[in-house]
Every structure is written in structure tokens, then in C-alpha cells.
T-cell receptor, first 114, second 112 residues
Framework: EAQVTQNPRYLITVTGKKLTVTCSQNMNHEYMSWYRQDPGLGLRQIYYSMNVEVTDKGDVPEGYKVSRKEKRNFPLILESPSPNQTSLYFC?????????????FGAGTRLSVL | QKEVEQNSGPLSVPEGAIASLNCTYSDRVSQSFFWYRQYSGKSPELIMSIYSNGDKEDGRFTAQLNKASQYVSLLIRDSQPSDSATYLCAVNDNTNAGKSTFGDGTTLTVKP
């Protein structure tokens, strides 16, 4: 089954404790992206990757890191989480980041930073 | 001004009515437009995509694009309670490949 898998689905952590949210897709998609969603707001793009070893900042990259060492994986790293990073996070992938870019989303990771 | 603005909700329509969702965007070079549906607590899923001016129909859904007015809309005919969700408008700029901008969403409730 074609899918985007995020782990963990739920995470509670404390300020300053490094964490990684994994994202994996099995569709051989070139493009992957991370978003955060806060109450009443749409999706805000954190980082995206056009292909292996190619990443770029979205609209809200501060406090986050990403890497794209393999085509299928695109982990989101919070080196020193803060309470304002409490949010619902979505990973998405698409065949290509150029032209029409229909994105397929993972189930989401709900993060609470205390 | 936000890059992508949607009509503020919530929007409530009776079952069987037409629901009209609107979206305006500020960047004239935007090329690709999408409507995603998001049920509460779930991830967004694509409903419609549209790339050229005019109407595009898919079942009960019609997307309308007017690039001159920088406006894209989604019409849902014969609305059903199962259409109750938040609808997100997304815009891609093909000159800035990879960047994807979403509106804040409009929450639709279809009352039986």
C-alpha cells in the first residue's frame, strides 16, 4: 500500500531534550516536505526536499533541522525543543516538487513540549 | 497580507445545498492550485487540483480558477453530512519549486 509513515504519532517531551520525528514514503517520490499545523491555522511549511541531499527552508524553519540521505526518508529534528513548538506535524511527499505537486500526507505527529 | 486567504468560516449549509468555498492568492506567478479536505484529527487529502483558467468538475465537486482575479473556488453540490470537514486551499509557485503555501482553511458543516 502506498503510504507516508510518520513516527511517533504522539510525543510528550520536555524543553531542551533533542528529538527526531521520522518520515518514510514507499512511493519513490522525489519531493518531501514537513508542515506544522496549529489551531485555527492552515499548514505552514517548515522544510522541504526536492531530492536526496537537496533541502530548503519553508516559511517557519527556525528551531528545526532536516536531512535527506535516502530518497524514502526525511526526518525532522528538534535539537532543543521549546513549548512554542508544541503542534501537530505532518510529513508529505509528492512525485516531484516542480509543476503540479499533489502531496500525500502522513497521519501526523502530535507533539507536546512541556 | 497573507499569501493565500480563504473565506472565514465556519460555513454551515443544509444537506443537499451547494457549498461555496473561496480562496484568493497574492502571487501572480502562482501556477498550481489545490483543494485538500481535512477531517478533524486526520491528515489532509486531495480533493481537486486545477492549473488553468476555467472550471474543472469531478463528481459533486467543481473547482473554478480565475488567474486574472487571483481567485480559486470550490463548489460542492448536493452537500452531504460526510462533507463536513475543513477545506484547505494550497498554491504552488512553479518559479520557486518546492514551496507550497496553504490558506488557514474553511470549516464546513453540512446539517442533516
Amino acid at each position: 500500500e502506498a503510504q507516508v509513515t510518520q513516527n511517533p504519532r504522539y510525543l510528550i517531551t520536555v524543553t531542551g531534550k533533542k528529538l527526531t520525528v521520522t518520515c518514510s514514503q514507499n512511493m519513490n517520490h522525489e519531493y518531501m516536505s514537513w508542515y506544522r499545523q496549529d489551531p485555527g491555522l492552515g499548514l505552514r511549511q517548515i522544510y522541504y526536499s526536492m531530492n536526496v541531499e537537496v533541502t530548503d527552508k519553508g516559511d517557519v524553519p527556525e528551531g528545526y533541522k532536516v536531512s535527506r540521505k535516502e530518497k524514502r526518508n526525511f526526518p525532522l529534528i528538534l535539537e532543543s525543543p521549546s513549548p512554542n513548538q508544541t503542534s501537530l506535524y505532518f510529513c508529505a511527499s509528492s512525485l516531484s516538487g516542480t509543476g503540479p505537486n499533489i502531496q500525500y500526507f502522513g497521519a501526523g505527529t502530535r507533539l507536546s513540549v512541556l | 497580507q497573507k499569501e493565500v486567504e480563504q473565506n472565514s468560516g465556519p460555513l454551515s449549509v443544509p444537506e443537499g445545498a451547494i457549498a461555496s468555498l473561496n480562496c484568493t492568492y497574492s502571487d501572480r506567478v502562482s501556477q498550481s492550485f489545490f483543494w485538500y479536505r481535512q477531517y478533524s484529527g486526520k491528515s489532509p487529502e486531495l480533493i481537486m487540483s486545477i492549473y488553468s483558467n476555467g472550471d474543472k468538475e469531478d463528481g459533486r465537486f467543481t473547482a473554478q480558477l480565475n488567474k486574472a482575479s487571483q481567485y480559486v473556488s470550490l463548489l460542492i453540490r448536493d452537500s452531504q453530512p460526510s462533507d463536513s470537514a475543513t477545506y484547505l486551499c494550497a498554491v504552488n509557485d512553479n518559479t520557486n519549486a518546492g514551496k507550497s503555501t496553504f490558506g488557514d482553511g474553511t470549516t464546513l458543516t453540512v446539517k442533516p
